[in-house]
């Protein structure tokens, strides 16, 4: 964790501002171990240079089974950018609009994203619930811009209008209630902050249905065990690519297809594995971005890609005025 962290952070219980205890940072200036405290005496531990204001890994222990096993898979090479075309596609969000700003990426998994958005010369905060926030750490937590926190979306340890931009993609579908998670993020951003999230469509009845009836079983299943099924993605995806059957098959026992066989095993793990996983439709994201009072509603990728605009004037920030900030 780096000292420059602590003017975002806020205790998530009390909302006063932490202090750090403990030995001093690395020579490169990061603090790998200690505790951040606030004036009523909170405390939250430091390991392993992360932040932790969760006890555990509560409901997503398949995720950090997952990062943990692919923990490199998704990222960016010199070779391959998909990770960041994927990044334009569903925040709609380019280089200049990031460059300088403070961003959170709600849910950052393995760091992915983190990369994108440090490149494009953000300063950028990951938060995960997952012990994934290891594999981001060491991927890129020692990076200039970069930060890794362990914390729960229903609990975030963050100052209120703290960033300027928030994103979270495939994420607040995994939680308990998607709608109140994203609810949790608008207060965090600055007057006239962007906040973009990306979650699956409930456009597909069918698939939707019979996956559903799948991952009554699968999300049960040890999860090495249901790993190990997830390679029979590897040989289904050819004959998924058969016109009809293929078809038919697809919406019959869905499976992820990625074309690199690697993807194709870790996002067919990623759909049968979490505890929770809602679909969504337009008007019900564009109804939150409402309800948050969240403006100039975007739309990009399918199924649902929404990015909204903070007022300038909103309630709990009364004297935020264009050109303020940071
Ligand atoms: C499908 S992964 C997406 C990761 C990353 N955004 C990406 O696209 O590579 C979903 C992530 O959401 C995280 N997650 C689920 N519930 C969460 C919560 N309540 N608070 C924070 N993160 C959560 C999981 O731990 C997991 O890493
Ligand atoms: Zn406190």
């Known amino acids: 964790m780096k000292e420059s962290l602590l003017k975002m952070l806020a205790c998530p219980t009390c909302g006063q501002g932490l202090a750090v205890e403990g030995p001093p940072p690395s020579p490169e200036g ?50 391959s950018k998909v990770s960041e075309e994927d990044f334009r596609r569903k925040t ?23 990369d994108v958005v440090a490149r494009w010369g953000g300063e950028v905060v990951g938060i995960d619930l997952s012990y994934a926030v290891d594999a981001a750490f060491v991927n890129l937590g020692r990076g200039a811009g ?3 926190v362990q914390a729960d979306v229903f609990s975030l340890p ?32 600055v007057g006239g902050g962007h906040v973009c999230v990306w979650v699956y469509g409930r456009y597909n009845k069918l698939q939707s249905f019979t996956s559903d009836c799948w991952r009554a079983i699968t999300t049960r299943l040890p999860k090495r065990f249901l790993y190990s099924l997830c390679y029979l ?15 038919l098959l697809r919406n019959l026992f869905p499976i992820s297809m990625q074309k690199r066989r690697t993807w194709r095993v870790l996002d067919t793990f990623d759909w049968y594995s ?19 009072g969240l ?18 004037q909103s309630p709990s920030q009364p004297s935020e005025a264009p050109g303020s900030g940071h």
Request: proline share 8%; hydrophobic share 40%; with cysteine.
């Open 30 to 79: 990061e603090i790998l171990e200690g505790r951040l405290i606030c004036p009523a005496g909170h405390a939250y531990p430091i390991r392993a240079g992360v932040p932790r204001f969760v006890s555990d890994d509560a409901y997503v222990d398949n995720f950090s089974f997952e990062w943990k096993l692919h923990c490199r898979t998704q990222m960016d090479t010199c070779e």
């Open 92 to 114: 709609g969000l380019l280089p200049d609009q990031v460059r300088g700003k403070r961003i959170l990426d709600v849910g950052c998994g393995m760091g992915r994203f983190l």
């Open 295 to 312: 403006r100039q509603l975007m739309l990009y990728e399918p199924p649902v890609a929404v990015r909204g605009t903070r007022d300038w």
């Open 233 to 247: 993605s590897v040989p289904l995806y050819y004959l998924y690519r058969i016109p009809g059957i293929g078809h």
């Open 146 to 148: 970069v930060h890794v």
């Open 158 to 189: 963050f100052q209120e209008g703290c960033f300027d931009i928030i994103y979270s993609i495939g994420v607040l579908h995994h939680t308990p209630d998607c709608r109140a998670a994203f609810l949790r993020l608008p207060r965090l951003l």
């Open 274 to 292: 979490p505890k929770y996983q809602s679909k969504h439709t337009y008007p019900e994201v564009f109804s939150w971005f409402r309800e948050a």
